[in-house]
């Protein structure tokens, strides 16, 4: 990595690296990719040069203004990269190590983290929503001042100053392209079906929303033996990768989907449903989806404000369960390691959610990819010796 050579104020932020990132300066603008000074790690801090990172719907919800981030931010919050650099007092990795990097960070000693619930940790919210560090600053500056940090990680770029508590090594053989669905989309799906709705095998699930989140829950549920897995999606083009990670059947959401699933399951419904895209009148449609009896978990996230009204006889005449599950319920330490072993014995074929592969300088494309509903996860690849 070359020391700066953008002549800026160094000395004024301390800053000690140039470094290549993808700037998001004010809501529906497209991001510019362009060189940013990037202090070096504090305390309980690491530097990671970036090997891949993950696009994601939540991402977009800060594009979009519905996150309500300030800016200028650097977005990107599923990635995988080296550490290279550790700052005083580091214990949890050391240089070399490849991680898997979270976006919540646990604290491990409050009420939900005693509680074996460390994605409930509320700790770290405040600088989490403030997009800046733990200490409330920001490592990274343009020539203006600051630049925030989405989640602490802000892994749209070639290198990234991240917490040590939002590290998970994992074995170095795992590709970066894999690891980093790790920290996102991988976790939040595998994990609302093993960890929160803990489906049974040989049961009936539904999937609703085949993206990044819907694929992977499709994925775990062929992981723990489900019999019969439905994606049901509005993009046709989603059915052959649906089918590739697991899906026995596809519903064309265009169509009656209440009336094919029922035709599927003799007029009964599904053990068990998941809404993967939070919209509130599919969250409605899949308490019709679910049979008596069964359960409903909702994954995808609605915008902040959302509210719905269910019939609450659904819930007491025919025992249906509703739930809700974030990032997958994971203990990270824990499942980030576990999923990537799944990975390694090919019971998680990660690779097959993979949609396409961009450069950094390709970010605003692989946005609008995701928003046209190309399938699969796009993927930000780095260069192998990270130079801006
Ligand atoms: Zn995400
Ligand atoms: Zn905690």
Redesign the pocket.
Known sequence: MPPSASGRARSKWGADVEINAAVLYAKREAMKVEPLDLAPPGAGEVLIRMGAAGVCHSDYHVISGQAGHEFPVVLGHEGAGEVIAAGAGVEKVKVGDHVVLSWIP?????F??KAGQ?HL???HKGPLWDGTMLDGTCRLHNTDGPVRHLSMLACWASHAVVPEISCVPIPPDVPFEVAALLGCAVTTGVGAVVNRAKVKAGSTVAVVGAGGVGLSIIMGAKMVGAARIVAVDAAAHTEQMARNLGATDFIDANEDVHAQLMALTDDIGADYVFEAVGKPALQRTCLELTRPGGQLTFVGMAGNEATIELPTTGITRQEKTVTGSIFGSAHTDRDFRLYAEHFACGRLPVERLIGRRYSLEQINTAIDDMLAGKPGRGVILFDEDGAP
């Not at 646990?106 to 409050?110: D, E, L, Q």
């Open positions: 646990y604290c491990g000693t409050c939900f983290c460390s940790c509320q700790t």
